[in-house]
């Protein structure tokens, strides 16, 4: 009689020293993610009585059309405690230390949420030290900083080796992306009225920058090809011929973001270079139309 077939023994996963994790605000694309081991707490908005949770992509297809029909502005929501929690968990199972890089605390409450999920783990996760980073940073900007720090853990770096890689990374990266409109701005009350019927009268399309050093309007060029213009400027002074990290992203532009992209592949000598939707959470403040660029210089 044939002896039984037996399984192969199952695959023993080493952990890290350091496992990451971040807030979906950074709209990371799911294999990126997985590929570095990065857990991913969801951020949620709410728009015309539905929910948008992130899916295993972070996008969430139909929002963009719902936020035009709209007349109110969506509400959103931070990752709770108990979801950071959740995430912190997941994390302990591929490392022995965590390192967490948030949304910028200026922007969001899910730098406070994940501070008191941290508290929470001390007492369930007693072994498992968890270090909060605040990355300053938003949508394709965190997303650069939570990479670099994956990619350092992945390779076996200590904690303060993968938070020395965050650090370095937060005070390089720029975002400088262009509204298609302001209308989604003023709703939320951040400009008055005129500042709406002006740029729509010319046509502007203001470019804006978020980065550490500075938080405000770039340029007001008066179309769309004006402000593709500028944020191809903008890179060329701030890159030049280093090797360049660099994340492009729009809010239901895709045609647009991806000749930006290759815009980018032709000129630049690219380590990184990836697209991704600006996720709900940042496009409900922005509007859809938006489009622009993360990126840091080694």
């Not at 009268?201 to 405000?216: D, Q, T």
């Amino acid at each position: 009689m044939p002896s039984p077939l037996r399984q192969p023994p199952a695959a023993i996963t080493k952990k890290q020293p350091v496992a990451v994790a971040t807030d979906s605000a950074s709209a990371l694309p799911h294999d990126m993610a997985c590929a570095l081991s990065i857990s991913v707490a969801s951020m949620e908005v709410t728009i015309g009585g539905t929910t948008f949770v992130d899916g295993p992509d972070g996008s969430a297809s139909d929002f963009y059309n719902l936020l035009r029909d709209s007349e109110k502005l969506p509400t959103t929501s931070a990752p709770n405690p108990a979801a950071w929690l959740g995430v912190f968990r997941e994390a302990a199972q591929k490392g022995d230390t965590v390192f967490c890089v948030t949304l910028s605390a200026t922007l969001s409450a899910s730098h406070d949420a994940a501070r008191v999920a941290v508290e929470l783990a001390q007492q369930e996760l007693p072994s498992v030290h968890i270090r909060l980073f605040d990355s300053r940073a938003a949508a394709g900007s965190q997303a650069l900083v939570a990479l670099e720090a994956a990619r350092h853990a992945q390779q076996g770096a200590s904690l303060d080796a993968v938070a020395a890689s965050a650090q370095s990374v937060a005070g390089k990266v720029r975002l400088v992306a262009f509204l298609d409109t302001l209308e989604y701005i003023w709703r939320g009350g951040r400009v008055p009225r005129a500042a709406v019927w002006a740029s729509q009268l010319l046509n502007i399309k203001p470019v804006m920058e978020y980065s550490a050093a500075r938080v405000g309007v770039v340029a007001r060029p008066r179309n769309r090809k004006g402000a593709f213009s500028r944020l191809m400027k903008e890179a060329r002074n701030d890159l030049g011929v280093r090797k360049a990290h660099i994340n492009v992203m729009h809010a239901d532009a895709e045609d647009d973001a991806r000749s930006l992209l290759e815009s980018m592949r032709s000129e630049f000598d690219c380590a990184e270079l990836f697209l991704t939707q600006f996720h709900p959470f940042m496009g409900a403040h922005t509007g859809p139309g938006l489009v622009g660029l993360a990126y840091w210089a080694e």
